[in-house]
């Protein structure tokens, strides 16, 4: 099973990490480096637009700024040749998301080696969500190499992770801090278009909780309404684009969109991603309930409405009939700033 996991990771370095060789320019030169560990590189545009927002957020902090974008088949690949460049003056960063705990142990796996490896390194977890169903081994062995770090920084985007990793983890609360998902600090021009129907954006994977009941009775209301009815999704049908396209594929989505009168989601970026475009949305909740505390951060924004039990038809036709307060990213800049302010520091 690890050597398979192996193998499909090198592929995957083969094949579509088109960064590589500029990478390793970058690495092999001297002086003090900042690297970013997390470049995703499958199909999910959720986690393509967390790195993007990531480096946007970075380069604002500090424009001179070269941080070394590592992605996670390059981390695989290429450990010890990281681990011979890196230095203990160095700032190791790991891109945020929804990746700490046992939902996706693999990826847990991967953050703490990269803790436990780089003990004298000043680390950085931007914005996550921790979710451990179990307290079992992975768990423990996760308290104690995250506890035992020296100057570990975990950023949590949800209060229901920070409660966890202060009083269930029982880690340094001057080490771990909340702020929101880093995805609402992108930066979208969308162009106004005719906007049309309702588009259906939702989760196949271990996460979903919504069921086919609810999903169809919001589907029949918007039938009943003569809406259109479109699909889409957040995660692409085929990874086919190198690294570098990346970007364009993510405003292509939050673009598409500001095509819709409505989005239907279940998907924390889904629902993200309507708030850029400023497309009201009707958003079901997921296994970690990231979505519900991701909802915290924007207080007094009316064009999202949350279903949490069975679905209203009255709520439903109050919701499409509201006149909408839309997101903007001013309303919760300044949540960022212990964000800023660590990053500052290191950089």
């Known amino acids: 099973m690890v050597e398979l996991f192996k193998i499909r990771q090198y592929i995957k370095y083969l094949i579509f990490d088109d960064t590589k060789r500029d990478v390793k320019t970058k690495l092999n030169k001297s002086g003090h480096k900042a690297v970013l560990i997390g470049q995703p590189v499958h199909s999910n545009l959720g986690d393509y637009a ?9 380069s604002e902090i500090n424009k001179e700024s070269d941080v070394i974008v590592i992605s996670m088949p390059f981390f695989h690949t290429h450990k010890n040749y990281l681990k011979k460049r890196l230095s203990t003056g160095d700032l190791i960063m790991i891109s945020g998301g929804g990746w700490m705990g046992d ?13 436990n490896t780089y003990k004298e390194n000043t680390i950085i977890i931007f914005p ?25 920084h975990i950023f949590a985007r949800d209060k229901k992770t920070y409660d966890f990793l202060i ?28 906007r049309n129907g309702v588009c259906f954006c939702l989760r196949k994977d271990s996460e979903k ?27 692409l049908k085929k990874r ?46 997921n296994k970690t309930k990231k979505v519900s505390e991701s909802l915290k951060w924007i207080n007094g924004i009316n064009s999202v409405l949350l279903v949490q039990s069975e ?27 212990p964000l800023i302010d660590i990053v500052n520091k290191y950089l």
């Open 167 to 194: 009083n269930d983890m029982d880690l340094d609360g001057g080490r771990c801090y909340l702020v929101p998902d880093i995805v609402y600090s992108l930066k979208c021009n969308i162009v106004n278009q005719p």
């Open 128 to 152: 996550q969500t921790v979710f451990f169903e179990k307290k079992g081994e992975l768990y423990k062995k996760a308290m104690s190499i995250y506890g035992s770090h020296k100057n570990l």
């Open 50 to 58: 967390i790195i993007n927002a990531e480096l946007d957020f970075i």
């Open 311 to 337: 679905v209203d038809e009255s709520s439903l036709y109050e919701f499409i009939n509201r006149n909408f307060i839309y997101y903007d990213l001013e309303l919760i800049k300044e949540k960022y700033k």
């Open 103 to 115: 939902l996706w142990p693999i990826n847990e796996l991967v953050i703490q080696d990269i803790v």
């Open 240 to 285: 086919n684009d190198k690294i570098s396209k990346n970007k364009m594929n993510v405003y292509k989505k939050i673009t598409e969109f500001s095509k819709y009168k409505v989005v239907v989601t279940d998907r924390l970026h889904g629902m993200i991603f309507s708030l850029l475009s400023k497309t009201p949305c009707i958003v079901f909740d």
């Open 209 to 235: 909780v919504s069921g086919d009941e609810e999903i169809n009775d919001v589907l029949d209301f918007f039938i009943k309404q003569n809406y259109q009815i479109f699909y889409t999704d957040t995660v």
